[in-house]
C-alpha cells in the first residue's frame, strides 16, 4: 500500500450527515410549519384588502402621518408690477403725487387719519402701500382695510403675513375640493373657532388627533389651525382674496428709479465681491445695445437687479429679510448687517460716477474707480424693531403702528423727481421731515399716531 492514495479519501469526520427521514410521511412538526405560513399569508391578504376597502371609501389611511400626502402649490406669487410713466409729476407745477405708506396691519381709523394729514386726493395721488396688510390679532378685524383697499385699487406689495393669509386661503380650497374635507373644515369651525390656534391648546391637539388623524397629515407642518392667519384667510370674501393674490412681491418705478418691496432686496449678491462680473451693478447691463442712451441702460441694470441677484428671486428674501450674517447668508432676524447697508454702499459707490462716464460711447469713457452702474431708491416696511430708517438710497418705513406707534407715509411730488430743487430745498427751509430723495430731489415725510 503506497503512502499517498488515503490523502484524496474523505476522513470520516467530513462526510456529510444525511438526515434520517422515512420518505412520504409527514411529522407534526411539518403540519406546524404548514398551518402558520397559510394563516401568515391569510393575514396578510386580508389586511391588505381591509386597508384598500378603507382607502376606498374614506380616501384616508388609518396611520397617522399620511406619507404621500402631496400638497398643492399654494403661493399664487405674482413677482412684479411696473408703474406707468402716467403715475408720475412731469412738470413742476404738476399736482400729482406718489405716497408710500408703511405696514398697516388692518389699522384704518389710523390710515383715515393719515390720509387726511396729508390730504390725500384720489384723482391726483397714487396710494401705494408696503405691505402686511392684515391683521396682527384676531380683535381687529381686517376687513374694513381690505374692503378700502380692494374697492379703490389701490397699489401695494405683498408682506409676509399677506402671503400667508393667501397660503392658507388656497390651502382651503383644496380641502375642501377633497371629499370628505368640506365637512371636516366645518366640524373645526364649529367647534373651535373660539380659540386662539396661535396658543397651543392640548384640548383641540387632543380632539384633532382622536377624532381626525388622517386629516392632520393634510395641514403643512407649522401651520397653525384656527390661528391669527387662519382666521382672516377663512373670513375674507373673495374679492378680498383676489386684492391679495394681485399684489406683487415687488413695485417698480423706473420714472422715479425707485423699487418697493415689503422687506428688503439686494443691490448685490452678498456672498460675492462687490466687483466681481457677476454683479449685475459692476458692468454695463449684457443686454444694452450699443446706442442705447443712458435712461435705458439705467433701466436695463434696475431691471438686472432684479434678475440677475440670486437671492432677489427668491420670494422669501423679498418678504421676510432683515439682515445679512458675516457670510453674507440672508437672515429674517435682526441680528446681523441691515440688508439696507449694502444697498446704500453699493449705491454710493454708484452714485460717485456720473452718469455720462456710464456712456457705452468708448471715446466719453474715463478712467472709472468706482462701479459701473447708476444709484436706485428702494422703500420697504417689514422692520418695526427699526422703526423709521432713513438712509441716502433706501427708507424703512415700518413705524409700528400695530403697536401703537405710529403710521408713516413718504410724498414723493415734482420736487422729489427734479434734481434741481434739492440743493435749494434742504439749503433754505430744512425740516425734519423733509429728507433726499433719489438724483437729488426732496421727499415729504408725515406721521400720525396710532390707537391700538
Ligand atoms: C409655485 O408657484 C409659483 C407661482 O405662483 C412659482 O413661482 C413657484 O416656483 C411654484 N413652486 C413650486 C415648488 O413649484
Ligand atoms: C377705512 O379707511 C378708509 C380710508 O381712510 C375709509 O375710506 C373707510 O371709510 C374706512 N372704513 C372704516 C370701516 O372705518
Known amino acids: 500500500m503506497s503512502a499517498e492514495t488515503p490523502l484524496l479519501l474523505p476522513t470520516p469526520n467530513s462526510v456529510p450527515r444525511v438526515r434520517q427521514r422515512r420518505r412520504g410521511h409527514l411529522d407534526c412538526q411539518d403540519v406546524f410549519r404548514l398551518v402558520l405560513s397559510a394563516s401568515v399569508v391569510a393575514a396578510f391578504l386580508l389586511f391588505v384588502l381591509t386597508i384598500s376597502i378603507i382607502n376606498e371609501t374614506t380616501h384616508r389611511l ?42 398697516i396691519h388692518s389699522m384704518n381709523q389710523s390710515l383715515s387719519a393719515l390720509l387726511a394729514e396729508i390730504s390725500y386726493d384720489a384723482h391726483s395721488d397714487t396710494l401705494i402701500h408696503l405691505g402686511d396688510v392684515v391683521s396682527k390679532n384676531t380683535k381687529l378685524s381686517t376687513d374694513p382695510l381690505l374692503t378700502f383697499l380692494s374697492t379703490n385699487q389701490i397699489l401695494g406689495v405683498r408682506g409676509n403675513n399677506d402671503q400667508k393669509v393667501i397660503e392658507w386661503r388656497a390651502w382651503m380650497d383644496w380641502i375642501i375640493s377633497l371629499p370628505g374635507g368640506k365637512e371636516w373644515l366645518q366640524d373645526m369651525d364649529s367647534l373651535w373657532s373660539h380659540i386662539d390656534g396661535d396658543e397651543p391648546s392640548t384640548a383641540f391637539n387632543t380632539w384633532l388627533k382622536k ?42 418705478a423706473p ?15 452678498p456672498t460675492l465681491e462687490a466687483s466681481d462680473p457677476r454683479q449685475p451693478l459692476s458692468h454695463l447691463p449684457t443686454t444694452a445695445n450699443p446706442n442705447d442712451d443712458d435712461l435705458i441702460l439705467r433701466g436695463l441694470q434696475e431691471l438686472a ?17 432683515r439682515s445679512l450674517s458675516k457670510k453674507g447668508k440672508v437672515k429674517d432676524g435682526k441680528n446681523g448687517i441691515p440688508w ?29 474707480t468706482s462701479l459701473k452702474c447708476f444709484p436706485s431708491m428702494v422703500m420697504y416696511g417689514h422692520a418695526a424693531a427699526r422703526g423709521l430708517d432713513v438712509k441716502r438710497w433706501s427708507i424703512g418705513l415700518d413705524t409700528g403702528c400695530a403697536y401703537g406707534r405710529r403710521l408713516t407715509a413718504v410724498v414723493l411730488d ?39
Open 211 to 252: 377624532s381626525h388623524k388622517a386629516w392632520q397629515a393634510y395641514v403643512p407642518d407649522g401651520w397653525k389651525l384656527q390661528g391669527n392667519h387662519y382666521k382672516v384667510a377663512r373670513d375674507m370674501s373673495l374679492k378680498h382674496y383676489d386684492y391679495l393674490r394681485s399684489l406683487p412681491l415687488v413695485l417698480y
Open 62 to 103: 388609518p396611520w397617522n402621518k399620511q406619507p404621500d400626502v402631496v400638497f398643492p402649490n399654494f403661493s399664487h406669487y405674482k413677482y412684479i408690477h411696473t408703474l406707468p410713466h402716467s403715475l408720475f409729476p412731469t412738470h413742476s407745477d404738476d399736482d400729482r403725487r406718489i405716497i408710500a405708506i408703511g405696514d
Open 255 to 269: 420714472t422715479a428709479h425707485t423699487f418697493f418691496v415689503h422687506a428688503g432686496l439686494l443691490a448685490a449678491d
Open 305 to 321: 437687479l432684479l434678475n440677475e441677484i440670486i437671492q432677489n428671486q427668491d420670494p422669501w428674501v423679498l418678504m421676510n429679510m
Open 340 to 368: 439696507s447697508d449694502l444697498w446704500n454702499d453699493m449705491m454710493d459707490s454708484c452714485s460717485d460716477s456720473p452718469a455720462t462716464e456710464l456712456s457705452m460711447n468708448p471715446s466719453s469713457s474715463t478712467t472709472r
Open 414 to 452: 415734482a420736487k422729489s423727481l427734479l434734481p434741481q430743487t434739492h440743493s435749494e430745498a434742504l439749503g433754505t427751509s430744512f425740516q425734519d421731515s423733509l429728507v433726499p430723495y433719489g438724483d437729488g430731489g426732496t421727499a415729504q415725510l408725515v406721521n400720525v399716531k396710532c390707537h391700538s
